[in-house]
């Protein structure tokens, strides 16, 4: 999907020095993206390192404001409201296209409301537990949690999350019943499993965890990629237990519906030029996540099937939120 040649990168490498914007948007305006979740999590981390190089690209600030809650809905609602200038921006994740599923009653539609512009990663995820977890690896997990039903808690870091949806996954395969505990980011839900005395386990980015499994200060029990990650030495995957497990986040940027097709390259095309910098992609590789070359064509192509392949996962799952 990623090789498709559907829109020129020359093209939008010469929009850079030819942004013409709508007169309300003015050109010295600050961009602004939205993120809907608490600082220090993976989503907050790329929107702050992109959104760095950016503003070096357009000699534009650019600056990044949190919005968390509702598993990424409140930002995305702002966004979908907002005037489509390129002025304010969405850096969003897996949630985009779960919450078309998940949540009955969404106040925009995460297709029609926004345009793609480009992904800027996509991430495994990791299966972490409490340091004095009684357990040592997936099999043990899976042993205690059908003998304790109800007894152990998942930190769910943002309802919607891919992270969310890696837990009902994984709780449906293995047929346990593991009790979820929302959180409105990755960075409260990690702090408390860390305190090990709130909650027991949780998916987790590879992007927030990598530097744990350095330190040991959490039980690392498996990888969500089908197989083991050289980041995470020693670490199995856990499809060698769940066959077939897998489980995998993307985040992008978006715009409000009918941005400008200029608007929209000059943006691709500064996003580019921050996800193909060297120091961007040896970060990414250090830390387990691999960068997508996406038009946003192509991006937007994709977010249409993701909608639909989280919808039969979340069907499956009977996971639901008012």
């Known amino acids: 999907m990623f090789g498709k040649k559907g829109w020129l990168w020359g093209g939008a490498a010469m929009a850079l020095g030819a942004w013409m914007l709508p007169a309300a948007a003015q050109v010295n305006r600050p961009i602004t993206i939205i993120v809907g979740a608490t600082p220090g999590g993976s989503t907050d981390t790329l929107a702050r390192v992109i959104a760095q190089s950016m503003g070096t690209t357009l000699k534009r600030t650019v600056i990044v404001e949190n919005k968390p809650g509702a598993g990424g809905n409140i930002a995305a609602q702002y966004v979908a409201k907002s005037a489509p200038d390129g002025s304010t921006l969405l850096m969003s994740f897996t949630s985009h296209t779960i919450n078309a599923t998940l949540f009955k009653n969404l106040p925009f539609n995460p297709v029609a409301d926004f345009t793609p512009i480009t992904m800027v990663a996509q991430v495994p995820s990791v299966l972490v537990a409490r340091k004095n977890a009684p357990f040592d690896d997936v099999k043990g997990l899976i042993d205690y949690a059908r003998k304790h039903p109800n007894k152990l808690t998942f930190a769910i870091g ?109 943006l691709y095309a500064a996003v580019r030029q921050a996800i193909d910098a060297p120091a961007y992609r040896q970060r990414m590789e250090s830390e387990a996540a691999t960068v997508p070359t996406m038009t946003p064509a192509q991006f937007a192509d994709f977010i249409k099937k993701d909608v639909q392949f989280w919808g039969d996962i979340v069907k499956k799952s009977g996971a639901t939120v008012e």
């Open 158 to 266: 943002g309802q919607g999350s891919s992270l969310h949806l890696a837990s009902e996954q994984f709780k449906f395969a293995t047929q346990t019943d593991i009790v979820n505990i929302p959180y409105k980011g990755t960075g409260p839900a990690l702090s408390d499993l860390l305190a090990s005395d709130t909650v027991d386990l949780m998916f987790a980015s590879t992007i927030n965890v990598l530097p744990h499994y350095k330190q040991g200060t959490l039980k690392f029990l498996g990888v969500s990629s089908l197989q083991p990650l050289p980041q995470f030495a020693g670490l199995p995957a856990i499809a060698s237990v769940v066959p077939g497990y897998r489980s995998e986040a993307w985040f992008g940027l978006f715009g409000p519906a009918k941005l400008p097709r200029e608007v929209t390259d000059t």
